[in-house]
């Protein structure tokens, strides 16, 4: 992003102050507009002598970090601000658009701000935009039907944000052969963008991509309304620096990852967060996958199968209707960018089925901390984890019986998770 206002959103776990940095926008058609950019994980492990209330305080992250008990409990400030009003605008301002019918084999190269109208049935065209660095241009698919041998339906050069907008109407776009390179850039999915992308709109979109990615962003993924189906070879959804959904009804089926978000350069980026909508996942890989936090705060997940249900550095998980069904782990922290990997859930209702062989359903390569939340586990193996493992609330059943307290299993296979006892116990490894 090429804005200058910066507000902060403090997520607070495991004595760890996790930030999130949300960038304002200062256009006025997106005046409200913030956008997370990154999340940064400060290395703290919680002390075993802190207060066991588990209560955080919120507030601005100049202030600094607020305390955190043994219980890990999270609390998040207003997470309002990662969606602009324009993002969660379903339908575009028309007024001063511009129509037009695009025409088989003819590229369109939109360089100036604006609003596009778009529709025809054409083969080989690529809407290319090219506009300012400040730019906000919005893409309005009125039905759309693109199908190219080797480029992007959708290519994003340079703007400051880009908007693709559905009307009531059915779109799809597919491209069926390998991805040639623009220079130095290594072209890659069906609609690939080097700016912050949001789709959105009241309609459907149907995407296949034969030999690569389905939807790549180097800067944020949005995705805040719309019904799209994705059919990738390789990652369904990709961003560089964070995917966030409020909400919408997406159905993958991916070759390999269905969200991933990765960031080589900055170690606070590579996010995902879910606040709504409904997901429909099969992934020959991960489902969803992020670098550095995976934050669920709503929605509905349904992972129909996947080597890695969920992966992170650090998870939370406040809320949300959660299935998964997984060969390796269900839910999995693991060190990316920091050593301090953690799984928390605080609520919502979670369901994880587990594949035979050496799996875990809940595998944290640091601490785990249960809440609160309707947790229902089928497992050999249901928690897995390196530090500290609590079950300090909620409801959780392992294999139809309902537990009291962690016990855990290393390495798998081992009938972790299924012990006995009075509440809010803990259970730790060697």
Known sequence: MKNNQFISIKVLTFAALLSLSVVGCSNAQDNSAAVVTSTQAVATQ???????????STGDATEGAATTGTTGTTTAADTSALFSDRDLEQTADLTAATRMNLVSNQDVTLS??????LSGDVENVTVVVDAAEEAKVQIVLDGVSITNDDAPAIYVKAADKVFVTSTDSDNDMEVTGTYVADGETNLDAVIF????LTLNGTGSLDIISAQGNGISSKDDLKITGGVYTIKSSADALEANDAILINDGTVTIETGKDALHSENEEDTTLGNIYIEGGTLNITAADDAITANNLVQIDGGTINIETAVEGIEGNNIIINDGQITVYATDDGINATPKVSDNASIEVNGGTIKVTMGSGDTDAFDSNGNLYINGGTIDVEATSAFDADGTAELNGGTVTVNGEQITEITESRGGGGGGGFRGGAGGGRGTGQ
């Not at 919680?46 to 955080?56: I, K, M």
């Not at 100036?112 to 109208?117: H, I, R």
């Open 46 to 56: 919680a002390a075993s002598s802190t207060a066991s209330s588990g209560t955080t």
């Open 112 to 117: 100036e701000e604006g609003v596009y109208v």
């Open 193 to 196: 963008s080097r700016a912050d």
